[in-house]
Nanobody
C-alpha cells in the first residue's frame, strides 16, 4: 500500500522560507513522477511543482524563481523549498505520486500559512 507523509508546514511571516518534505513508502519511488499541489477552501487543487523520474522540473508561474522541488531517490523523499513566501501562498499543500501505471496517490495534506 502506497503511503505518503508530508512534513514541514506551519506559520511563517511574509518573505520567509519553509521546506516541505514528503516521504513515500510501499512503492518503488525512483520510477514515479512526484509533485506538490495546493488547494484553498472552495478552490480546485492546483499543481505547484513537479519532478519527473529523470529530474526534469516544472513550476506554476506564480512560484517560479521562489520555489524549488527536488527528490532524493535513496531516501524515497521529495522536497519543496519555498522562499520569499507571500500571503497568497497560504494553502493546504499535498504531495502527489504519479505512478508508472497511471495512478495518482496523495498525502494527507499539510497547512502552510503566510502571515504577519
Amino acid at each position: 500500500q502506497v503511503h505518503l507523509v508530508e512534513s514541514g508546514g506551519g506559520l511563517v511571516q511574509p518573505g520567509g522560507s519553509l521546506r516541505l518534505s514528503c516521504a513515500a513508502s510501499g512503492i518503488t519511488f525512483s520510477i514515479n513522477a512526484m509533485g506538490w499541489y495546493r488547494q484553498a477552501p472552495g478552490k480546485e487543487r492546483a499543481l505547484v511543482a513537479g519532478v519527473t523520474t529523470g529530474g526534469i522540473t516544472n513550476y506554476a508561474d506564480s512560484v517560479k524563481g521562489r520555489f524549488t522541488i527536488s527528490r532524493n531517490n535513496a531516501e524515497n523523499t521529495v522536497y519543496l523549498q519555498m522562499n520569499s513566501l507571500r500571503p497568497e501562498d497560504t494553502d493546504v499543500y499535498y504531495c502527489n505520486l504519479y505512478s508508472n501505471t497511471g495512478t495518482h496517490y496523495w498525502g494527507q495534506g499539510i497547512q502552510v500559512t503566510v502571515s504577519s
